[in-house]
Nanobody, 121 residues
């Protein structure tokens, strides 16, 4: 399974950004896709998860209700919609996929390269 994340960039505080994660390869082995983020000096942090059928989602309390995750099954993508962005949202955002359903990073078998989101004040 290969994952490609895109959509990062520079945005002003209060703005919105949508990240997308495209999956390819043995996608039928994937049960869930998730987003994590990591800022300098901090551990990787769970952001949101969605099951492959799109029926169930989980969003970290730290970003509720500003962030939401949804899935485009036809395009094999999982998108992270980020609204009312704050400077503390600045981080490298990573998409990941798992053959199970868990928010824990160690449960993810597949990772994409990160995409940088910078929120200016």
């Amino acid at each position: 399974v290969q994952l490609q994340a895109y959509g990062g960039g520079l945005v002003q505080a209060g703005g919105s950004l949508m990240l997308s994660c495209a999956s390819s390869g043995d996608i039928f082995s994937i049960d869930s896709m998730a987003w994590y983020r990591q800022s300098p000096g901090r551990e990787r942090e769970f952001v949101a998860l969605i099951t492959s059928d799109g029926d169930d989602t989980l969003v970290a309390d730290s970003v509720k209700p500003r962030f939401s995750i949804f899935r485009d099954r036809a395009k094999n993508t999982a998108a992270l919609q980020m609204n009312n962005l704050k400077p503390e949202d600045t981080a490298v955002y990573y998409c990941a996929a798992s053959r199970g359903v868990s928010r824990h990073a160690k449960s993810m078998q597949y990772w994409g390269a990160g995409t940088l989101v910078t929120v200016s004040s």
